[in-house]
């Protein structure tokens, strides 16, 4: 499916996807061709590449984003700026926000927002922080105009899918379950109780067959002794809960939060009617020595001789072990600080196998969590404090596994089969499945982010680009004429308490050196919050009538009051142009 997306797209040149990696200096190129081949100006360049370009920001962590000191880019593109004819404080300029010092480090998150003309942020939450980190670009404009939109992530369903899950999904959704609709993933209330037990289970003993080689093997290289080997064979059991938690690990995604309670954890591991077992797997950036000390953590309170056979950390962490994970664990479990993890993708892949998941509600799992389809640990975000964050949703997390997670587990009927976590695990097949795969991200992309760019690429790029050309001098003039732009006067009639009557809004806007054309007056209205701000605001275009005394522009507009309490409104200007994808991009706005 997602190939087809594809296809529809095709190989148009025009279309230009990049990230904060250095694949991002791939824009600069562009820019430099169409300032030596083509004749362009270095802004009619920027237009240009501007039109057709994707820009997907991956995290919400400084730490993530490639930043380059100046000396650094001047020995590397010095000669960049030569060739384009352009001073090289303008070259940083394209990664620097507004207002930046010229020895501000060289940002590659902000020169991906300046030259893409669609941007986008990989889960919902994620494009909302984006918007809140890079407010700096478009000053004065509010952080829910900012044109960063959203693509949540997905993965490729097939490369992490166990055997028996396949099947059940091919038998009871569809034979390219994969790729199919939220309509068809109903079948999964199809599936017998005991066939979806049995994969379940299937998994599970996979898993602790593959951790016990690998911890034997593990020791063996460490010369431990054979005498000493021999509760290798007693690690994990086969029949009882089993969390997972595979990924990188730093220090945002606090791997050792259940650690930080260790006699409380480890009551779980030992309870002799509703046992717990847990795995871990994963590395730490070479860099990172906070992640690194985590994993040094779990590996040592994995080691102590009483918890040893239900507490294990996997080494060699590649996609053998992940993929093993996913398909053995009952629950995958997701601790990060909210709200800096981006997307997070681990979570999906366990999905599709039938793990429930036990999250902190960042990453996808903010849109996708709906009460019914696993578990979300309270997030404590009112803390400034990290010990007692940390805390509270440890504590979180504790009593949902004591209270909901393990007992439903351990509910079993006659038959030995735990129902009621059956059905839950079924309302998280049907409402994640169509979600988390690859099919449908391509898809939101190619719909959301490449059609419109390809269709702006083609049209701003034909006869020599002459449009982008036009465009990058029309925001030229506009932005040196901003200055000039100011709302001389609002006034309105009617009483602002009046519950569903209509109030006529008029103003008189002094546009300076620019035309009624290069602008709209809009009318925003809504209930005022207790901050003084309009919430919920609802925006309106006013309408041009003609000129009022001194030259002023006159403008109108109407409203109406549709709740009861405190409901304001104001009156601002934008920028206004038929090849103008979001006005926020001329980086413009007054308000009254």
């Keep these: 499916g997602g190939v087809r997306a594809l296809e529809a797209v095709g190989t148009r040149p025009e279309v230009f996807h990049t990230n904060e990696g250095h694949a991002g200096f791939l824009g600069l190129e562009r820019i430099r061709r169409h300032v030596v081949d083509d004749g362009m100006t270095f802004d009619e360049a920027v237009e240009a590449v501007r039109t057709g370009t994707v820009f997907t920001t991956h995290t919400p962590v400084p730490a993530g984003i490639d930043r380059f000191a100046r000396p650094l880019m001047e020995r590397y593109f010095r000669s960049w700026a030569d060739q384009c004819g352009v001073s090289f404080d303008t070259l940083m300029a394209l990664g620097q926000e507004p207002g930046e010092p010229s020895d501000t480090p060289f940002n590659m998150a902000v020169m991906g927002l300046r030259l893409a003309s669609h941007a986008n942020g990989v889960s919902r939450l994620h494009a909302r922080v984006s918007r809140r980190i890079f407010a700096g670009l478009w000053p004065a404009i509010p952080e829910d105009e900012l044109p960063i939109d959203s693509v949540t992530n997905g993965v490729h369903a097939l490369s992490w899918v166990s055997p028996e899950m396949r099947g059940l999904l091919a038998a009871h959704v569809a034979p390219r379950w994969q790729e199919s609709g939220p309509e068809t993933w109903e079948g999964v209330h199809s599936i017998p109780d005991a066939d979806l037990w049995a994969a379940r289970q299937a998994g599970r003993h996979r898993l602790v067959a593959f951790a016990r080689e690998r911890l034997r093997a593990s020791m063996q290289s460490r010369r431990v002794p054979e005498a000493e080997l021999g509760w290798c064979a007693d690690c994990l059991d086969p029949e009882i809960l089993t969390i997972g938690f595979a990924r990188r690990f730093a ?20 309870d002799a009617e509703r046992p717990v077992q847990l795995v871990f797997a994963g590395k730490a950036h070479p860099a990172d020595d906070v992640g690194k000390d985590m994993i040094r953590q779990v590996v040592q309170f994995s080691r102590q001789s009483r918890v040893r056979h239900r507490i294990l950390f996997l080494e060699d962490y590649d996609i053998a072990v992940a993929r093993t994970l996913y398909q053995g664990s009952d629950l995958w479990l997701n601790t990060p600080r909210r709200p800096l993890e981006a997307c997070g993708t681990s979570g999906e892949k366990a999905a599709l196998n039938g793990a429930l998941n036990c999250s902190v509600r960042d990453g996808w799992w903010d849109e996708c969590y709906d009460g019914t389809n696993g578990w979300a640990i309270a997030s404590a975000e009112e803390y400034d404090d990290l010990w007692q964050r940390d805390h509270a949703e440890a504590a979180s997390l504790f009593e949902l596994l004591e209270n909901q997670v393990i007992p439903l587990f351990y509910d079993r009927d006659p038959d030995g089969i735990p129902r009621r976590w059956l059905a839950r695990v079924r309302s998280s097949l049907q409402t994640l499945g169509p979600f988390v795969v690859a099919s449908r991200m391509v898809r939101d992309y190619v719909t959301d982010m490449y059609e419109p760019a390809a269709a702006r690429g083609r049209t701003l790029g034909a006869d020599g680009s002459a449009r982008a050309r036009e465009l990058a001098a029309w925001k030229a003039r506009v932005r040196a004429g901003w200055n000039g732009v100011k709302v001389d006067a609002v006034e309105a009639d009617g009483h602002p ?6 109030r006529s809004v ?39 009538d003609g000129s009022g005394d001194g030259g002023a522009a006159r403008y109108s507009g109407s409203f109406t009051c549709e709740l009861a309490g405190r409901y304001g409104y104001t009156v601002r200007v934008v920028p206004t142009h038929p090849d103008l994808r979001n006005f926020a991009e001329v980086g413009c706005i007054t308000w009254a």
Excluded: C, F, I, W
Excluded at 497 to 502: E, P, Q
């Design 506 to 544: 008029r103003t008189h806007v002094v546009l300076g050196e620019l035309d009624p054309s290069d602008v709209e007056v809009q009318l925003l209205h809504g209930p005022v919050s207790p901050t003084e701000e309009l919430a919920e605001t609802t925006v309106a275009p006013m309408v041009h």
């Design 497 to 502: 308490s009046d519950v569903g009557a209509t």
């Design 251 to 270: 220090a945002y995604k606090r791997a050792t939060l259940l650690l930080s309670q260790a006699e409380r954890l480890a009551n779980l591991l030992l």
